[in-house]
């Protein structure tokens, strides 16, 4: 069986490649159609649609309101509804929150307690910031340099802020655990080990 990704950026392709791996390594990635933020892919929803009754394709965006709640995206985006080949899935609050549920591995690789991530990662406001903020705890000069926007910036993120992510992502994000304490990622989990 094969899918094509959908997503908003290089960590989001990264995350689901490795879940991928993980409970459905038969499953073939025919291309990732887009890495250019949530209002390109908004603006081809419909497309996805008609395109997934034709193939199977997993569509995946932040939520990035806390006060929105995924039912209310999914009407909004597909009002008629979802073809039978479309997977549309939403990170809680957004992607970075999955990468913090893997507190363990993300500690290791800052070398910070894993006390300085709550187990509710769901309910943290922003999570990329308190992923930033992280990173700026870690002794390690060059993560911390990749990660955190450099001071007097307007940019919002480290200038390897993704490739940083992906590789993270790739060697020692725990599937498992981050599953365990995030339940918008447990959901895509259970729905690509569902393909068949």
Not at 16 to 27: D, G
Not at 155 to 173: C, E, M, P
Request: glycine fraction near 4%; include cysteine.
């Amino acid at each position: 069986m094969t899918i094509l990704l959908a997503v908003e950026d290089a960590p989001t392709e990264q995350i689901v490649r490795k879940c991928l791996s993980i409970v459905n390594p038969n499953i073939e990635i025919t291309g990732v159609l887009t890495k250019r933020g949530i209002s390109h892919l908004y603006t081809r929803r419909n497309e996805l649609n008609t395109s997934a009754r034709q193939m199977q394709i997993l569509l995946l965006i932040d939520l990035d309101n806390p006060n929105i709640c995924p039912p209310q995206i999914r009407a909004r985006w597909f009002p008629r509804g979802l073809s039978t080949g479309l997977m549309f899935r939403i990170a809680v609050v957004e992607v970075e929150a999955w990468l913090l549920a893997s507190r363990t591995e993300l500690a290791r690789y800052f070398r910070v307690s894993a006390a300085l991530i709550p187990l509710g990662v769901e309910q943290i406001g922003d999570p990329k910031q308190h992923l930033i903020n992280l990173a700026r705890r870690s002794p390690d000069r060059e993560k911390r340099s990749d990660i955190v926007p450099e001071n007097g910036s307007t940019a919002k993120i480290g200038r390897n802020y993704n490739g940083r992510l992906a590789a993270f992502i790739s060697n020692d994000w725990n599937m498992h655990e981050a599953a365990a304490n995030s339940p918008s990622l447990l959901k895509l989990v259970n729905s690509l080990s569902q393909l068949r």
